[in-house]
C-alpha cells in the first residue's frame, strides 16, 4: 500500500485547492486550517492539477506530515461525529454508533499518543501532544453537551460555533454565587412539585421531575438576555414542567395555582375556564440587575406544538409594533416534547417560516424537554430520525444535546443559544435529556409499558441532590445548605396554601391585558349594536387616486397597468367592484392610523386575480405596495403571500392578532375548504379561546365560497362546521352579496371597541359579476346590514318568501328575472351569526301574505346553513328548504352533473312541485 494512501482522491483534491487559497491569500482561509498551513511549506509542486500527490514528488513531504493530516481527520470525526458518544443520557446508556472516535480508525495509534501535532492550532491548543489533543476533543464534544453543528453552510456561523466550543473547553464556568443561584433555582424546582405531589395526591400536575433544571435554565436566559437589550419574552410550552414555570419563572403567585388545584368556580360568571396546566400568564420582571423584561406565557391547549405557532405571530406583532428597528428585542421561545417535535408536522411549518419575511421573529430558541418517551410509546417507536430535533437542520440551525441532570451544562448551553440567536438571529435547539418521573400523569403507571426504565429512574437521584454533592465537594456550600433552601421555600408554600383557601372562587387573569386595556368584552347584544363605518366620499377620492397611479418612471405590464387605472374609472363612474370597496376599507383605515396585515397563499395578487395589492416592475419585479403611498401618518400595510402551509399560518395570524387589536389581521385561504388544515386551530383558538382564557381576538378569515362547477374540493369553505361551533357570542359568521356591506363589515371590525374572530365567506364569481357592484355613496354613508331586504319586492304580492345567503341569491335573481315572477322575494341573510332574529321576524310579518316561504341553498342539505337556521331560528322548521340532495362531498366533479343539480334546486325555490328531494 502506498504510504499516502490514506490521502484519497477527494481528499487531496479538496487539500491542494485549500492550500492553492492559502497561497494566494492566508486570510481567505478559515483561521483553522491558516493555523495549519503556517507549520509546513508545501511546494506548489506537490499537488498535480486534478489535486492528486505528484508521483516522486510525494516522497518530498515529511512522513509526519501524514500523520498530521489523520490528527485533522480525527478533529473533523469529533466536529461532525461526537455528539453520537457523548455522556448525554442521565439514566440509560446510549445507543451504539458505528465507527467509532477511537483513534485506530483514522489512521494513528496509541504509539501517536505523545507525538507534538501542528493540527492542535486548529483548536487554538497550539502545537500539542494527541493525548491533549484527544482530550480537548472529547472534553468539548463528549462530554455533558453535544454539539451538532457541521452542516451548516454559512462560514461565518460555523466559525462561530467553533470558536466558543474551543473556548474553555466548552465547560461551564460559573463562580461561586452564580453556583449557588442555579442551586436555589434547582431547588424551587424539586421542592414545588414535591409539595404538590403530597397535598395534591393523584391530582394531574404533569410534573417536570427529570428535567428541573429547565427552570434555572429559563432563569439564566431571562437574566442574561437583558443584557442584550431584549425587552420583552413571549413563550410557548405544553403542559409538562408548566406549573413549575408559572411559578418560579413568570413569578404567578403559588396561592393561584392552589386555588386551581382546590377546583373552585371561576369569578365571572359566563366563562367556563381551562385546566390549570393550560392557563397563560403575563408579567413584568426586575432582573438581578435592575432591568424590567415582560414575560409572557401563551395559554395552550393539549394539542402538542399547536402554541408554536401562536407564540411567532405574538412575537413578530410585537416587534412590527414596538421595535420595528430592532425586532430581536423581542424573544421568542417555545419549549417542545420529544414525542410532539419529532411527530407533529406543524413544528415543520413552523421551522420554515423562520426566514421567511412575513412570519421571520429574528431567531427562536427551541428547548425540548425530553422524556425518552411520548405518553407511552418508546422514542424508538416515536421517530425515524437519529434524534428528536433533526427537523432542526431544516434551517441549518445548531442543535446542544445536553444531560439534564448536569445543571451547569444546561444552563451553560442555554447561554450559548441566547449568544448565536442574538448574534445571528436565527433558530438554535436545545435537546435536554432527562426522564418523566411518574406516568404520563400521575395517576398512570408507566411500569406497565417501560419496566426497566422505570427501574432505573427510581433508584435516580434528582438533578438538586446531585448538583448539591457536586457543590459540597467543591466546597461552594455545606451539607445543611440544600435542608436549610427546601425548608425555607416550602414555608413559604405553606403560607401560600393557607392564604388560597380563604379564597371562594378562582380568577383567571387574562394574558397580555395590557394590550387589551382600551377594548371592553361584548355579548351577544353588544354584537349586534351598530358600528359607525362612515368615511367622507372627498377622502375616499383621495385614496382611490393614490391607489389608481403607479409611478411613472417605471415600466409595468400593460394589463396591469390598465388594471390599476380602471380603480379611478369606477370611482368616477359610481360602480365599485370588490375588489376596490376592499382596497377602500384597507386605505381608510391605514389613514386613521389602523395597521392591515393580509397574509396567506397568493394574497398579494388574490388567488382570483382581483386584488393586485403589490404590483411589480416588469423588468426587475421591484414590488410596488401603493396602500402605503396614502399619507405620512397613515397605519403600515403588511401583505405577504404565505408559505403553503395553513396550520402553521392561521396559528401565526391568530396570535399577530391576539397581541395587535389595532391591526386589521387577515387570514385568506387559497379556496375556503383549504381551512380544514387548520382544524385544530378554529377548534381550540378561534371559536373557544375567549371562553377558555378570556381571550379576545379579531382575525379576520376570508374563505372563498361558491358553487360554480369545481368540483369538491374549490366550491364549499364548509360553512357547516363554522355554523356549528357557534355559540351565543363566541364569533360572527358573515357571508356578504355586496362590495358596500364587504366595506363596512371590515371597517366595523376594527371601529367597534371589542375583537371577536370574522369568518367571512367570499365570493369567487361574483368579483366580476355585472350585478355586484356599490355605489360611492353606499360606501360612504352606508353602513353594515346584517340582512338585506328585497327592496324591489311590493309586500302585498308576494306568495313566495325565500331567504338565502351568499352568492346564490344572484342565480336566484337571474331565474326570478328570467320568469318575470314580482310573486317572489328574494331576502338576503349576511350575517349568520349571531343570527339578526329581530330582523328575520320583521320581514316575516312584512308580507304577510306570503304562505310559501324558502329556506334556498346551493349547498347539499347536509351542509350549508339550513341546519343552523333550524337551531337558531323557531320559525326556519316551517320553512320549505331547497338545497341539493344530502352528499358525502360537497359537489360533483363532473361541471354537466354540477349544472344539473344547481338549476333542480333553483326550480325547486319557484316550483315546489320540483322536489329533487325525492
Known amino acids: 500500500m ?136 472529547e472534553a468539548i464534544y463528549c462530554s455533558s453537551i453535544g454539539v451538532e453543528y457541521m452542516y451548516i453552510r454559512n462560514v461565518e456561523r460555523k466559525q462561530w460555533v467553533q470558536n466558543k466550543l474551543n473556548f474553555n473547553d466548552n465547560q461551564p464556568s460559573f463562580s461561586a454565587e452564580e453556583k449557588k443561584h442555579i442551586l436555589k433555582k434547582l431547588n424551587e424546582a424539586v421542592s414545588f412539585e414535591s409539595f404538590l405531589h403530597t397535598k395534591y395526591v393523584g391530582q394531574k400536575r404533569f410534573s417536570l421531575e427529570g428535567g428541573e433544571s429547565l427552570i434555572p435554565a429559563l432563569d439564566a436566559l431571562i437574566e442574561k438576555a437583558s443584557e442584550y437589550d431584549v425587552k420583552e419574552f413571549v413563550m410557548g410550552m405544553a403542559h409538562r414542567g408548566r406549573l413549575s414555570t408559572l411559578t418560579n419563572i413568570f413569578g404567578k403567585s403559588a396561592k393561584d395555582i392552589f386555588s386551581e388545584f382546590d377546583g373552585k368556580d371561576y369569578e365571572q360568571e359566563v366563562f367556563d375556564g381551562d385546566v390549570k396546566y393550560h392557563l397563560g400568564w403575563t408579567s413584568d420582571r426586575v432582573t438581578d440587575t435592575g432591568k424590567k423584561i415582560n414575560l409572557n406565557i401563551a395559554p395552550n391547549p393539549s394539542h402538542l406544538e399547536t402554541v408554536g405557532a401562536v407564540v411567532e405571530g405574538i412575537t413578530r406583532a410585537k416587534q412590527d409594533d414596538k421595535y420595528p428597528e430592532n425586532p430581536s428585542q423581542v424573544l421568542p421561545i417555545v419549549v417542545h416534547g420529544d414525542a410532539a417535535i419529532a411527530g407533529q408536522g406543524l413544528v415543520y411549518e413552523i421551522v420554515q417560516m423562520a426566514q421567511l419575511d412575513g412570519y421571520k421573529t429574528n431567531g427562536t430558541i427551541h428547548i425540548v424537554v425530553n422524556n425518552q418517551i411520548g405518553f407511552t410509546t418508546n422514542y424508538l417507536d416515536a421517530r425515524s430520525s437519529t434524534y428528536c430535533t433533526d427537523v432542526g437542520k431544516v434551517t441549518l440551525s445548531p442543535v446542544l444535546h445536553v444531560n439534564a441532570d448536569d445543571a451547569e451544562a444546561v444552563v451553560h448551553a442555554v447561554l450559548f443559544a441566547l449568544h448565536f440567536r442574538m448574534k445571528f438571529k436565527r433558530d438554535v435547539f436545545i435537546d435536554l435529556l432527562g426522564y418523566r418521573k411518574y406516568g404520563h400523569n400521575e395517576g398512570d403507571e408507566p411500569k406497565f409499558t417501560q419496566p426497566l426504565l422505570y427501574k432505573a429512574i427510581a433508584k435516580h437521584k434528582n438533578p438538586r441532590d446531585i448538583y448539591a454533592e457536586k457543590l459540597i465537594a467543591e466546597g461552594v456550600i455545606d451539607n445543611n445548605y440544600v435542608s436549610k433552601l427546601e425548608q425555607d421555600y416550602k414555608n413559604a408554600l405553606e403560607e401560600k396554601l393557607e392564604d388560597s383557601r380563604k379564597i371562594k372562587t378562582t380568577e383567571i387573569t387574562p394574558f397580555m391585558s395590557n394590550e387589551w386595556i382600551d377594548f371592553t368584552t361584548a355579548q351577544e347584544d353588544g354584537m349586534m349594536q351598530p358600528v359607525d363605518t362612515s368615511y367622507a366620499a372627498e377622502g375616499l377620492a383621495k385614496i382611490t387616486k393614490v391607489l389608481s397611479n403607479l409611478p411613472e418612471d417605471k415600466k409595468f405590464i400593460r394589463k396591469i397597468s390598465r388594471l390599476i387605472e380602471s380603480r379611478q374609472t369606477m370611482f368616477d363612474e359610481n360602480r365599485l367592484d370588490w375588489a376596490m370597496a376592499e382596497h377602500l376599507a384597507y386605505g381608510t383605515l391605514l389613514e386613521e392610523g389602523y395597521d392591515v396585515r393580509i397574509s396567506g397563499q397568493d394574497v398579494e395578487r388574490g388567488t382570483f386575480s382581483h386584488r393586485h395589492a403589490v404590483v411589480k416592475v416588469e423588468d426587475s419585479e421591484e414590488e410596488i405596495v401603493l396602500h402605503n403611498n396614502i399619507s405620512d401618518t397613515q397605519g403600515n400595510f403588511y401583505i405577504f403571500n404565505s408559505l403553503l402551509s395553513e396550520y402553521g399560518v392561521v396559528g401565526f395570524d391568530y396570535g399577530y392578532a391576539m397581541a395587535s387589536p389595532k391591526t386589521l389581521t387577515i387570514w385568506e385561504a387559497q379556496f375556503g375548504d383549504f381551512s380544514n388544515g387548520a382544524q385544530i386551530m378554529l377548534d381550540q383558538y378561534i371559536t373557544a379561546a375567549e371562553d377558555k382564557w378570556k381571550l379576545q381576538n379579531g382575525l379576520v378569515m376570508l374563505l372563498p365560497h361558491g358553487y360554480e362547477g369545481q368540483g369538491a374540493e374549490h366550491s364549499s369553505a364548509r360553512m357547516e362546521r363554522y355554523l356549528q361551533m357557534c355559540a351565543k357570542d363566541n364569533m360572527f359568521v358573515v357571508d356578504c352579496t355586496t362590495p358596500a356591506n364587504m366595506y363596512h363589515l371590515l371597517r366595523k371590525q376594527m371601529k367597534a371597541n371589542f375583537r371577536k374572530p370574522l369568518i367571512v365567506f367570499t365570493p369567487k364569481s361574483l368579483l366580476r359579476h355585472p350585478l355586484v357592484v356599490s355605489s360611492v355613496d353606499e360606501i360612504a354613508n352606508g353602513s353594515f346590514q346584517m340582512l338585506i331586504d328585497d327592496a324591489k319586492a311590493t309586500a302585498d304580492n308576494v306568495k313566495t318568501l325565500v331567504f338565502v345567503t351568499g352568492k346564490f341569491y344572484y342565480d336566484l335573481l337571474e331565474e326570478q328575472q328570467k320568469l318575470e315572477r314580482e310573486d317572489v322575494a328574494l331576502v338576503r341573510i349576511e350575517q349568520l351569526f349571531p343570527l339578526p332574529i329581530e330582523d328575520i321576524r320583521k320581514v316575516l310579518s312584512k308580507y304577510t301574505n306570503a304562505d310559501d316561504i324558502v329556506w334556498a341553498q346551493e349547498e347539499p342539505r347536509n351542509m350549508g346553513a339550513y341546519s343552523h337556521m333550524l337551531m337558531h331560528l323557531e320559525e326556519a322548521k316551517t320553512f320549505r328548504a331547497a338545497s341539493r340532495r344530502p352528499y358525502g362531498a360537497p359537489a360533483a366533479g363532473s361541471s354537466v352533473r354540477s349544472k344539473k343539480r344547481h338549476q333542480e334546486v333553483i326550480d325547486f325555490v319557484f316550483d315546489k312541485t320540483k322536489n329533487n328531494q325525492r
Not at 492559502?22 to 491558516?34: C, G
Not at 498535480?48 to 518530498?60: D, F, H, K, P, R
Not at 495509534?109 to 501532544?129: E, R, W, Y
Request: glycine fraction near 8%.
Open 2 to 137: 502506498d504510504k499516502y494512501s490514506f490521502l484519497n482522491a477527494a481528499h487531496t483534491a479538496y487539500f491542494a485547492d485549500l492550500y492553492d487559497q492559502y497561497i494566494k491569500n492566508p486570510d481567505s482561509v478559515e483561521p483553522s486550517w491558516r493555523a495549519f498551513f503556517q507549520g509546513y511549506d508545501f511546494g506548489s509542486e506537490t499537488f498535480g492539477t486534478n489535486g492528486e500527490i505528484v508521483e516522486g514528488v510525494s516522497t518530498q513531504i515529511p512522513e509526519h506530515v501524514q500523520k498530521e493530516f489523520q490528527v485533522v481527520k480525527l478533529i473533523d470525526g469529533y466536529r461532525t461525529r461526537g455528539h453520537l458518544f457523548t455522556a448525554t443520557n442521565p439514566v440509560r446508556a446510549r445507543r451504539k454508533y458505528a465507527p467509532t472516535l477511537e483513534i485506530e480508525n483514522f489512521g494513528l495509534s496509541q504509539a501517536d499518543l505523545d507525538t507534538v501535532f501542528n493540527a492542535g492550532d486548529i483548536l487554538d491548543l497550539g502545537p500539542q501532544t494527541l493525548r491533549e489533543i484527544r482530550k480537548h476533543l
